[in-house]
């Protein structure tokens, strides 16, 4: 284990000096150093985490499994956040799994499992329960916490791991391309509006197809006092349809079928996807520079581990633009929206 280069207590400090206005360039340079050996260490963790659930997950075929270092715009985001400040060194997400799982008796069943791994954190794992206590944008899964306190780096790291099943991530993949198409910010819970009325009916409706019941239209109607939201719904599949329809095109040398390492890079406005294999040598420092080259903002840049090509399109469908089974759902069940 080796001395860490940034102690816990300055990568808190540079996440401040990031986002404050009254920092110079040359602070922000500095800070952003330190931000990203922060996410570079991650990643140890990250393959900890991926090896611990493959473990448990074993060859099961239909469940979905990848990791992520998060962007930065997407840390600066949650700094910035004046409802919900966050500090850089308690992230508990800087490093992230996702799994999609095909209902929610799998997803239980793979939670259990993860919960006998030495490094799931129990006590901050029940804080991100969010079948029994949904986000008030109505996002539904389970956060799994595993803590890693024996890395390299000399840090003690955090991993989160997004259980979903195949409904819940349709919803949360909805929720993601209708902010991208038309700017919103219904994933950080801005849902004060129609569109954010409609997204939660629908995550309803979900539900109830989860639990097997027969869907009872007038119990989720009821969920916004007389209100209709019909012809958001009918907005929002078609704004999504849009997005679904939108032609990314791939390069030649995404064609290998599997990496250590995916870069996907999405720019909406030019509707190009370019998806690069790396290994793990060069991932993170390719990711970080591709990310300052990034002056205007006009890339979606995410660094994703531990999947093939085809299984990244199922675990990021927002990234290729493939969300008909979500508008499917809401085409068949208008009546829940009226």
């Given amino acids: 284990m080796s001395r860490p280069a940034f102690s816990k207590m300055q990568v808190g400090r540079a996440g401040k000096v990031l986002i404050s206005p009254l920092s110079s360039s040359e602070g922000r340079a500095e800070a952003l150093v330190a931000v990203n050996y922060w996410r570079e260490i991650h990643a140890e963790a990250l393959q900890r985490a991926l090896e611990d659930i493959e473990r448990v997950c074993g060859t099961a075929?239909?469940?979905?499994?990848?990791?992520?270092?998060?962007?930065?715009?997407?840390?600066?985001?949650?700094?910035?956040?004046?409802?919900?400040?966050?500090?850089l060194?308690?992230?508990?997400?800087?490093?992230?799994?996702?799994?999609?799982?095909?209902?929610?008796?799998?997803l239980n069943q793979v939670h259990c499992e993860l919960a006998k791994i030495s490094a799931f954190d129990g006590p901050k794992t029940d804080r991100h329960d969010y079948i029994a206590r949904p986000r008030s944008s109505g996002y539904r899964g389970r956060h799994v916490i595993l803590r890693y306190d024996d890395l390299a780096c000399g840090h003690k790291l955090f991993v989160e791991v997004q259980l979903r099943t195949v409904l819940q991530h349709a919803w949360a993949t909805a929720v993601e391309m209708h902010d991208v198409a038309v700017k919103t910010r219904l994933k950080f819970n801005e849902i004060d509006n129609p569109i954010g009325r409609f997204f939660k009916k629908a995550a309803l409706l979900i539900v109830q197809m989860e639990e097997g019941d027969k869907i009872d239209a007038s119990v989720i109607r009821a969920h916004s006092e007389g209100k209709s939201e019909l012809s958001y719904a009918l907005q929002a599949a078609e704004t999504l349809k849009a997005a679904n329809d939108a032609v990314y095109f791939l390069p030649d040398d995404a064609n290998e079928?599997?990496?250590d390492y995916y870069l996907v890079?999405?720019?909406?406005?030019?509707?190009?996807l370019e998806l690069t294999p790396l290994d793990s040598i060069a991932a993170l420092s390719r990711y970080f520079e591709e990310e300052g080259a990034d002056r205007d903002g006009e890339r979606d840049l995410v660094l994703t581990k531990g999947s093939s090509k085809e299984k990244l399109a199922k675990l990021y469908p927002n990234y290729f633009g493939d969300?008909?089974?979500?508008?499917?759902?809401?085409e068949k069940n208008l009546d829940a929206f009226a």
């Fill in 61 to 87: 075929s239909d469940i979905l499994i990848a990791g992520r270092i998060k962007k930065l715009a997407t840390i600066v985001d949650k700094l910035n956040r004046p409802r919900t400040p966050s500090d």
């Fill in 257 to 259: 079928d599997a990496a």
């Fill in 89 to 106: 060194q308690t992230m508990y997400d800087i490093a992230g799994c996702r799994l999609v799982v095909p209902d929610m008796a799998t």
């Fill in 265 to 272: 890079d999405l720019v909406a406005d030019e509707q190009t």
């Fill in 323 to 330: 969300i008909s089974d979500f508008v499917k759902l809401v």
